[in-house]
Structures are given as C-alpha cells and as structure tokens.
C-alpha cells in the first residue's frame, strides 16, 4: 500500500451506481438504484424513474419533507435495509451555509447520499523542530471502523450547529480540550470525498484544523469514543499509513493533507500532485 | 475592513474557467497533452508531415514514435514560426510534455510555445514570510516592467517555472538566488506546503499550471535584493493588508493570486465562516480536465 492508495480508496464512488434524488429541482442526494425501486413504494413520498429520484412537490417546507423522509427512514430501518439508528439530526443541505431543506437521521444519511460535513482536528505537539501528532485509538463498539486509528478530535455537524461550536464541543468531548485551548485551533483547509463504503455512499466534507497543544498536554477521552491515545512522530505516522489501514479510512487523508501542509511529504514523491489534488472530489456539489 | 464583504471568489472571475469547446485537444502519443485554438491549428495544418487535424483533435503524427524524432519535429515547426514572428517572448528554454509532474515526458518543447499548444507547465512559488508577534508579515514583490508576461503586477517574492531537467529543489535555490538573493543556507529551509493549479486564457492560447508552494521563514532583518532585473521592488506586507488587495484590486499576477490566497488558507486568515471557503478551496485544487486516452 502507498499514500495514493487511500486517496483512491476513499474517491471510488462510480455515481453510475446512484440515481440523483433531488428536492425542489436542486440536488439533495444519490440514492443506490436497488434503494430507488424501493422509494417507488411510497409514491406519495416520491416520484421515482430510470434517470432520478424526486421528492414530491407537495412536500413544500423543512417540517413537511423532514416528517415525510422521517417515517420513510424508519420503516426502511425497520425493515432492516440499513442499521445503526443514532437518534441525530444532521441537515440536508444543497450548499454549506444555505438553509437545510430538511433534518435526516444521521444513520439514514448514507441511505440517501447525502453530503455530510464535519471537523477534523489536528493535535499536534513541536519537539525542537520536529512536529509529533496525537493519534487516539478507537474504541472497539464504535459503529464505523472499530479499534482503527483516529486524530485527536473528529465529529460530524450536527443540524443547527456551527462549524467552530461543533469543534468546541468535540474538543471536550472526544480528548478534555478545556474551550480557552480548543479557541486557538486554527482552520487550515477542507477536505471532500466520496466513497462507497459497505455499500453505502459516504459523501463528505472534513473542515480540518490544527492545534498546537502545550508539552505537558495529556488527552482523556470523556465519551467512550476512543480507547487510547499515543504521542506519534511523523515518520511514524507515514510508515502506519504506508503499510496498510491501520487508520480510520477518512483520518488517513487528513493526516495525509497535514504531512503535505507541513512539508513532510515533498514534491519529489512520485505521487506529490496527485495527492495534493486528490483531497478534493470534484464532480458534484 | 471595507473589503471584507467583497468575496474572493473575485479572483476567478477575474480570469474565468476557460471554455475549452473551441479549442482541439493536442494528442501527443495517443495522449491528451494540451488544448489548441482553431487559429494556431490551421497554422499547424501547414505542417503535414508532422500535424494533422481531425474535427475536434491536433494529433502530432504518430509516425513520430521516438521522443527524439518528436522533439526535433516540433522544434523545426516552431523555428519556421518563430522566423515568421508567430512566437512572441522566445525564452531558449525547453519544457517538459506530459500529463503529472514527474513523468516521463513525452515531448520536449520551447517554453514560450506552451499556451499555443495548452500544455500543463509546472512552477514554483516561494512566500517569504517573517514572524510578526503571534501573526505574519509577507514579502511581496513588483514585477518589473520588461517582463514578458504580466509586467509591473504583484508577484511572490521568488517564483519560476520548472525547465526540463531541472530537480525542484535545484530550481528553488536557482530562483531564490537569482529573484531575491536569498542564499542556499536559507533557501534550504523553504517548506513545501501545497499545490494549486490554474487554467486561463491568455492572448495566444491557454495557460495551464500546476504550482508547487512553499513557505520561507526569513529572519526580521533580512531584504531581498534582485540580481537579474526581473523584479522592480519588493514590500513587507501585513496579512490584512494582503486579504484586502485580494479582495478588492487586480493587482496579482493569476498564479501568484492563488498562492496568496492558499496562504491564506492555511495561516487560518480565511475560515469556514465566509462563505465562500469552499467554493474557494475547491477552485485552488482542479486538476486540468485531460480527457482519459
């Protein structure tokens, strides 16, 4: 396994697998074409053909179409099509920013492929020159990617709130982050992928930033979320992410964009651009 | 800040993605390499021996297996035109053809016939920062005024592109000697840090580039200095006073643009709260849409 290799592994989506479900004529989603002829069966609900999957126009406001979806989803999860109900709402969302044309349950948002935001957050420490990154161990119940490595703080947005508010509450939650030291996490960039994973499409935004964290910094995880963490040198790091998927699939190309950003990968690897440039997934939305 | 509200997608729409449906690809090898306008395809079609025209392609003749017999080839076509003045800014510098930094090339072609041809070139930008308490400070320099391209406008402190046969690493301490007489003591210590790509129209074809950043510390006392007559002045700038020009003046050379405002990307100056952060990010990051051959 090289660098490339999880770049390619987390942009395999083939859209030819999906129809675009779409709300008020713009782009909500991608729903697999097995799903689609199931949507068929709720024909108030939907209006489903061989090109695209449409919500009814009736359904007209966020209350509507999220009650709507709401009951589809659960019987759909019922039936025992997807698993995992988390009791979350996160928003559907044709631009990050815009207002939510609906609330989905988290679990359901693969189910319809739609696009997800979270943050990703580096924790770093500086050692001299050198920079060492804190990598936590997930714990083994975790729904997604069991026991794989993790960074320091990650977590999906929400419905309702906030990139920098979602950051803070991650922070305390997922490493003891008190708020003055997560406020000094800087942004650094975004990352956006899109993967079929487990059969579902995995279509995401990562906003990542760094944390310059003092020496004497301990993590301690607060949610049950992360079984341990390590202090890692850089080589390290690399050397883990050459060797296979020891790490979280999304985690590897956050770590990948921070080796890049910090000059730890440099332009004479063979790979350079196309790992610089295959942090972002072009084609859609 | 009286610009803030003005978005930086400015930039873009100061030079918009090219149109590509005019232009006919340029296939060297039964590879997609370049764009080429209709204009300098008729020129090529002078040339049957070595071009020839299908309706959407330039095809340099696959008779021409060996690099070798295509160099020469396109070189001899290039002289004639040349000759004849349809060559302006001749630099006597070769530029490797193909698709990924790195790669074998499968072409060797003189630098100023690259936007005739929209072939992807490759270069380096170098930000010359200086720490300013807890925040940065950045070298800016103005072009000089007999610069081929783009003269007079605002330019990193050191920046250039890639010539065949020339290591990155050896082209950053050739720069940054010859731009901004930074020594090799200090150039050594330039980060790498990003890529950022572009695509434009240019008068005489389409400019296609992958840059590769990188940032360079400078202590507080040090100035540069040009040696080569390629720059007019250079100027400490604060970060706000950067964002601002950004967002409210041409004042950038393209490239240079969005190595600034990756910079500022990165330095966490620009954050998920505008709203245009991703539009943004993702406008840096295109890869030229080659089509798979």
Redesign the interface.
């Known amino acids: 396994m090289s660098l490339i290799d999880h770049i390619h592994r987390c942009q395999n989506a083939d859209m030819a697998k999906f129809l675009p479900w779409l709300i008020a004529g713009e782009q909500a989603g991608w729903v697999r074409r097995d799903v689609a002829a199931r949507l068929g069966n709720y024909p108030t609900v939907f209006a489903v053909d061989d090109k695209q999957v449409r919500l009814r126009g009736h359904l007209a406001n966020f209350d509507h179409r999220s009650a709507a979806i709401g009951d589809v989803a659960r019987d759909l999860y019922e039936a025992g099509v997807f698993a995992g109900w988390r009791n979350e709402w996160f928003p559907v969302l044709t631009r990050f920013g815009a207002p939510p044309l609906m609330r989905l349950e988290r679990a359901a948002v693969p189910l319809f492929g739609v696009h997800g935001y979270g943050v990703h957050m580096n924790g770093f420490v500086r050692d001299g020159g050198r920079l060492k990154l804190w990598i936590g161990k997930r714990a083994d119940d975790r729904p997604i990617e069991p026991g794989k490595l993790d960074h320091l703080v990650a977590g999906g947005i929400p419905l309702g709130m906030g990139v920098k508010q979602c950051l803070a509450k991650e922070c305390e939650e997922e490493a003891s982050i008190p708020a003055t030291l997560a406020a000094r996490a800087g942004p650094v960039g975004a990352i956006r992928y899109c993967m079929e994973h487990q059969g579902w499409l995995r279509n995401d935004t990562m906003f990542v930033y760094d944390l310059e964290l003092p020496a004497d910094f301990k993590p301690v995880n607060n949610d049950g979320e992360i079984a341990s963490f390590r202090l890692m040198e850089l080589d390290e790091v690399a050397e883990i992410l050459s060797a296979g998927e020891d790490f979280k699939f999304n985690v590897a190309l956050v770590l990948i964009d921070f080796l890049l950003r910090h000059g730890h990968i440099a332009p004479d690897h063979p790979d350079y651009s196309e790992l610089a440039l295959g942090l972002w997934r072009h084609d859609w939305m | 800040m009286s610009a803030a509200s003005s978005s930086l997608l400015r930039l873009f729409r100061r030079s918009p993605p090219a149109d590509l449906a005019p232009y006919r690809r340029f296939i060297v090898a039964d590879r997609h390499v370049g764009w080429i306008k209709p204009e300098f395809a008729q020129t090529l079609a002078e040339f049957p021996k070595f071009f020839y025209l299908t309706d959407r392609e330039v095809h340099l003749h696959d008779r021409l297996a060996e690099i070798e017999d295509r160099c020469q080839a396109v070189a001899d076509v290039l002289a004639k035109l040349h000759e004849r003045g349809g060559i302006p800014g001749w630099r006597s510098e070769l530029y490797p053809v193909n698709r990924?930094?790195?790669e074998a090339p499968l072409l060797l072609i003189e630098r100023a016939a690259t936007p005739l041809f929209g072939l992807q070139t490759y270069g380096i930008n170098v930000n010359g920062l200086v720490r300013d308490g807890r925040d940065w400070k950045v070298w800016i320099a103005r072009r000089a005024m007999t610069k081929h391209v783009d003269p007079g406008m605002l330019d990193l402190v050191v920046g250039g592109g890639l010539p065949h046969g020339l290591?990155?690493?050896d082209n950053l301490l050739k720069e940054c000697a010859e731009e901004a007489c930074i020594g090799p003591t200090l150039a050594e210590r330039a980060?790498?840090?990003?890529?950022t790509?572009m695509i434009i129209e240019a008068a005489e074809g389409l400019r296609v580039g992958?840059q590769?950043n990188f940032?360079l510390v400078l202590p507080t006392d040090f100035q540069p200095r040009n040696d080569d007559g390629e720059v007019a002045e250079f100027q400490l700038w604060s970060l706000d006073q950067l964002e601002d020009n950004l967002r409210s003046a041409d004042d950038f050379m393209f490239d240079a643009a969005l190595a600034k405002l990756d910079l500022l990307?990165?330095?966490?100056r620009?954050?998920?709260?505008d709203?245009d952060?991703?539009d943004l990010?993702?406008r840096l990051?295109?890869?030229a849409p080659f089509v798979r051959t």
């Open positions: 990924r930094f790195g290591s990155i690493a980060k790498p840090v990003s890529v790509t992958v590769f940032d990307v990165r330095l966490g620009i954050g998920p709260e709203r952060y991703l990010i993702a990051r295109k890869p």
